[in-house]
């Protein structure tokens, strides 16, 4: 059923997102009373504020194989907690540059404010960002550890082997 | 901060009155201008209702050109004349906007070795007077302050509509500030922004001729005794046509029109041959005796 | 049937829905069922046509008796829409209802993607998130609150009069709080009301006085909001009252101060007659002014400017109400609920420059000529303008401001309506020849056509045609001294030039001013265009996404007296559930401390907005206190040590969201997994 995350034919950048429940995950809803058709490429978790985001979130969807995160709560003033998007804020932005050191693209990890009658928005970026997404091909970390992995045991068999005739 | 300045066709014939009081000015203010290089028609307003993509094609030229000699950094490119300065804005409105028409001007610029990336901005010498040069630093250069002028500030439509880039679409004031600077007074009259007719007065002249007798005579009614312009077909239109106006229609119109340049270069002191008074075919109006008057030709 | 609480192994019953057309008719639902089948601890997987009716519902509490389930997912709409709906059908089928995950495959899904493969896929994925989810589901309890029974109404128009009224008849105690020194709103301004054409001041001021009288209804004129908190039922307001300088219970509204004030006559802009007359800086809005209650204006009266009048206005009350020293007062409030009525502001005319608003003095407003053929109004309802004329011929200008790309997009829908009563009157009191210049004419209420036809018949012209300009330039004699409106008669084809008197302009109505402020301050939404959100369109017009928090009139759209009438009962009646249901559900989704796992740090305790979290210095632990806690989840992000949990969004229950999400191949992550 689901495509494989292979840079073979047919793959499909695959987005987490996180949508704040008063905001955005309405205005994902609006989208779709309104019959904005866009990319099917995001997979919508639901919180109540983008508050209650943990970095970790973020850092286990990429671990386990996501290529993009997108993140989506109230306008600056508009939170319905009063403050849990500023508090969003600033940890994406320590994120952010965590995620630079790592390698990660700035294009796949994404904090965007969405408020509950922007359907249009959650549209619109929804495909900017499976666009970009696209054009920077999958992050396939899974296969990348899995590759890490069988190098470290390999790395370990080896020093095994040679650990007899060796000398401190 | 030097201008590229995009004369235009009309500058250098009917409108060279223009061109004389703006390099005038702009020597005077110490403002420097270059010419841009090999520039070409801008088209006006008849080659676009002939064919878009070559008109386009033809005023985009003249952008690319600005752009290859201001840098990556881009800059400001003057057009004085308002259908230039429109056509132009309206090129890279399209340019921005139109996915065919950037692809077909973009190829065509390719063919002549020019590119366009719209790093240029286009702008009016009044605009650039105005608002960047500014204000006070005018005032403070004026020596002959233009007491006894009742001007009525013609703006025509190109440079105030559709873009409205610096000043209303239909009460535009940036001209009627600068007058009131110079020690002029701004008359307030509803027509300052409308059509003049353009090339009316040349293709069907009875609608050409009803629009600019309105002007007039409303301009004559509100007590103006000169009316500025900021575009040569405006002058031309509301200049050469009052005797046959006057024929047709019954009325004794008898009003100097002038560039706003001009009256600018009146209050700076340049003298008036410089700024090309002695083509007004209306005299300026008598006013205090000090100044030396420049007898009008037929 | 006793509640199970999950401690045996998942057994999870999966239900998709086919809601008719709209997701089967992308999404392959009965694919969808047999692949949740393969999932690890399904028991049962069902695809049904309409889950959330009776017969499927049916199916959940059954499966759960007979297939001995203890979790239910169900994929179907929006959890917005029908968490609720399936929490309640697992409850009765004996299980505690938070053992419920529900997945949106029909707005975030089969609405907005047209490719089948891609939309079950997606779906899929979905299933496999909310199954891997509802696993870790905990039993949860609701937590009830008590809802106070008073309620707090902002904004004193005819929306907030008629809605105090209902609830004060119904026995409850209504705060109601208007800014203005007087209540009635607009509508008190108007002369005549379309289409019956009945006088507003007759049909409101008895409303107006009721208000006053009710025993049930305190009313706090000249007051405003300052602060909101707390939540469904229990609301903290606290309410300005700003001094009037004039003592409330021992003034009876003579208005002999006004007459014997040291000025002669008004010099400063009533605003009630927006400012075609002056008024004193001792005043009464209007002579029915609600309370009857006069006040002072601390700008423009002397004593306070200089501290050196005469004060004849002390001299002549024979009450001693006139109070200089009075000062601001704050009033605290608890109350059950609120409804916001506070009303729109006019579009201002002057944004439009080439209609001549502001420049021509006998271009009006319709609001300012609603007060000129008032006959409490500055002219005593004659028809003199402002250059002592009485006009002629006058022109009606519709849609000012409205249906503009470059002002308001929007229909203000009363326009039309009052610009046709605006024309009768006009015609009534002058005689004049009247033209409405109109884009469409919109008549849809009751009798509003037939008041139009009724219109046709007085010989007033209508020209279809949306107006160019208002000029003063005259192109022949006879429009000398007139005002000459510029039009394309779109029915003839040919641009006119129709010379007038007066111009009328229908000007739009829009949020007020402060709109984003005092939404702000309620917590709530605004739509786009500034008017306040309601909670959906059409099923639940006057509620907003805060619970207990309810919206009227044309604060929420623009709209005229029959309808937001309407609606001030429809939120009463909101509110009225609200408060005689006596106590609310919250849903369960506080955060908690882990007593063992804090470390003390203090990290969380400035995070909570709601102060919910506090130090026990003793333990040297973080405690949060759950009445306060709104569930946000902030605090528990924030935890470094993980010793914050939130109830029903547990890192546990999102992990195994976020894995479920991906594993389609299934992650080969070494060393620990969610």
């Not at chain 2, 007058?179 to 509803?190: E, F, H």
């Not at chain 3, 609480?5 to 019953?13: E, V, W």
């Not at chain 3, 057309?21 to 028991?43: C, E, R, Y």
């Not at chain 3, 579009?347 to 319709?366: E, L, Q, T, W």
């Amino acid at each position: 059923m689901t495509t494989t995350a292979e840079q073979a034919n047919g793959w499909e950048p695959r987005i987490v997102a996180f949508f704040c429940n008063w905001c955005t995950y309405t205005a994902a809803d609006l989208a779709g009373v309104s019959r904005l058709r866009h990319a099917p490429n995001a997979r919508i978790i639901r919180v109540m504020c983008s508050g209650r985001l943990d970095p970790q979130f973020v850092l286990d969807a990429f671990a386990r194989g996501a290529d993009g995160v997108l993140v989506g709560g109230c306008h600056p003033g508009d939170c319905h907690y009063m403050e849990g998007n500023y508090k969003a804020l600033r940890r994406v932005r320590l994120l952010e540059r965590m995620l630079d050191g790592m390698g990660i693209h700035r294009d796949r990890f994404r904090l965007e404010w969405i408020s509950a009658s922007e359907g249009e928005k959650v549209k619109t970026t929804i495909n900017d960002m499976v666009a970009r997404v696209r054009a920077l091909g999958p992050l396939a970390l899974p296969a990348k550890f899995a590759d890490w992995d069988r190098e470290m045991d390999e790395l370990e068999h080896a020093v095994a082997a040679q650990t007899e005739d060796v000398h401190a | 901060m030097s201008y590229l300045y995009f004369p235009g066709c009309s500058l250098r014939s009917t409108g060279r009155a223009y061109e004389e009081s703006i390099l005038a000015v702009f020597r005077k203010l110490q403002i420097p201008l270059t010419e841009l290089e090999d520039w070409n028609c801008c088209g006006a307003t008849a080659y676009v209702s002939i064919d878009e993509n070559r008109a386009f094609t033809l005023a985009a030229r003249n952008l690319a050109i600005a752009e290859r000699m201001q840098g990556n950094g881009g800059g400001d490119l003057m057009a004085p004349c308002s259908a230039c300065y429109l056509v132009l804005e309206k090129t890279q409105h399209y340019m921005e906007t139109d996915e065919g028409v950037k692809r077909e001007v973009t190829t065509a610029l390719h063919r002549g070795g020019l590119d366009y990336r719209g790093t240029t901005k286009v702008r009016h010498p009044l605009d650039i007077l105005v608002n960047d040069i500014g204000i006070e630093k005018i005032a403070r250069a004026v020596v002959h302050p233009m007491k006894g002028m009742n001007v009525a500030c013609y703006y025509g439509c190109q440079v105030v509509r559709p873009f409205q880039t610096f000043d209303h679409a239909a009460y535009p004031t940036t001209m009627d500030r600068l007058v009131t600077a110079l020690g002029g007074r701004s008359v307030d009259w509803p027509m300052k922004a409308r059509c003049c007719g353009g090339s009316l007065t040349g293709t069907i002249q009875e609608a050409g001729l009803r629009l600019n007798r309105a002007l007039l005579k409303e301009a004559t009614a509100r007590g103006a005794n000169i009316i500025l312009t900021c575009c040569p077909l405006c002058q031309h239109n509301l200049e050469c046509y009052q005797k046959r106006i006057n024929r047709r229609f019954g009325e004794s119109l008898h009003m100097p029109i002038a560039y706003f340049t001009q009256f600018l270069g009146l209050a700076l002191g340049i003298p008036p041959r410089e700024l090309g008074i002695q083509r007004l075919f209306v005299p300026l109006p008598e006013t205090d005796g000090k100044r030396k008057e420049v007898p009008a030709h037929a | 049937m006793p509640e199970r609480n999950g401690h045996d192994a998942p057994r999870i019953g999966f239900y998709v829905c086919h809601c008719g057309h709209n997701i089967a008719g992308t999404v392959d639902v009965a694919a969808v069922a047999k692949f949740a089948a393969t999932l690890p601890n399904v028991v049962v997987a069902r695809d049904y046509k309409y889950m959330c009716s009776d017969p499927g519902q049916e199916l959940i509490t059954t499966d759960i008796r007979e297939e001995k389930l203890n979790r239910i997912v169900v994929a179907s709409c929006s959890p917005l829409l029908h968490e609720h709906t399936f929490r309640v059908a697992t409850q009765k089928g004996g299980l505690n209802p938070f053992f419920f995950q529900m997945v949106n495959i029909r707005e975030n899904v089969s609405w907005v993607n047209d490719d089948g493969k891609a939309a079950t896929a997606k779906a899929c994925d979905l299933v496999r998130a909310a199954v891997r989810r509802v696993a870790v589901h905990r039993a949860l309890e609701t937590k009830h609150v008590r809802i106070h029974p008073d309620v707090l109404i902002v904004g004193a128009g005819i929306s907030g009069i008629h809605a105090a009224l209902t609830l004060a008849n119904a026995g409850k105690k209504v705060t109601l709080v208007e800014r203005e020194p007087t209540i009635g709103g607009h509508m008190a301004m108007f002369d005549k009301t379309f289409p019956t054409l009945d006088c507003a001041a007759c049909i409101l001021t008895p409303k107006m006085s009721a208000v006053k009288n009710h025993p049930n209804i305190t009313l706090w004129s000249y007051s405003e909001v300052t602060e909101v908190s707390g939540y469904v039922g229990n609301y903290t307001v606290k309410v300005k009252r700003k001094p009037r300088y004039v003592s409330e219970e021992l003034c009876v509204g003579c208005m002999e101060c006004i007459d014997a004030c040291v000025y002669k006559e008004g010099k400063t802009p009533d605003e009630f007659n927006q400012g075609l007359s002056k008024r004193k800086p001792v005043y009464i809005p209007f002579p029915q002014a609600t309370p009857q209650v006069v006040l002072i204006d601390p700008e423009t009266c002397i004593e306070f400017k200089s501290g050196r009048c005469k004060k004849t206005c002390v001299e002549k009350c024979d009450r001693n109400a006139i109070d200089f020293k009075q000062k601001e007062e704050i009033r605290e409030i608890n109350v059950g609920a609120i409804i916001l009525s506070t009303g729109f502001k006019t579009f201002d005319a002057k944004r439009i420059p080439y209609y001549g608003y502001g420049k021509f003095p006998n271009v009006y407003s319709s609001i300012e000529v609603e007060r000129l053929v008032n006959a409490s109004g500055p002219t005593s309802g004659e028809l003199i303008l402002r250059d002592g004329r009485r006009p002629k011929t006058v022109g009606i200008i519709h849609c000012v401001g409205s249906r503009d790309k470059n002002t308001n997009r929007w229909c203000s829908r009363t326009c039309c309506m009052y610009s046709l009563k605006l024309a009768h009157l006009l015609k009534e009191h002058s005689h004049a020849e009247v033209y409405n210049f109109y884009i469409d004419i919109r008549a849809a209420g009751k009798a509003y056509e037939e008041f139009y036809d009724k219109l046709l018949e007085e010989n007033i012209h209508f020209i279809r045609g949306r107006v160019a300009e208002v000029t003063d330039w005259c192109a022949r004699p006879e429009e000398k001294g007139k005002l000459i409106i510029r039009v394309e008669d779109t029915m003839i084809g040919v641009v006119r030039r129709v010379p007038v008197d007066m111009v009328v302009l229908a000007v739009g109505m829009e949020p007020n001013a402060d709109a984003q402020d005092v939404r702000r301050m309620f917590n709530i939404s605004c739509s786009t265009e500034g008017f306040f959100l309601e909670r959906h369109p059409k099923l639940a017009p006057v509620d907003t996404f805060t619970d207990g928090i309810y919206i009227a009139g044309a604060c929420q759209g623009p709209k005229d007296i029959p309808d937001s009438v309407a609606q001030a009962g429809a939120a009463a009646a909101q509110a009225l559930s609200l408060i005689d249901a006596g106590e609310v559900e919250l849903e369960p989704n506080t955060a908690y401390v882990v007593e063992e796992d804090c470390s003390g740090c203090k990290s969380c305790l400035a995070i909570c907005p709601y102060s919910a979290i506090s130090r026990d210095e003793a333990k040297q632990k973080a405690v949060i206190n759950e009445a306060l806690c709104k569930g946000c989840g902030t605090c528990v992000a924030t935890c470094p040590s993980g010793a914050i949990r939130q109830n029903l969004f547990e890192d546990e229950q999102i992990f195994s969201e976020i894995r479920g999400l991906l594993e389609a191949d299934e992650p080969i992550l070494t060393g620990g997994e969610a």
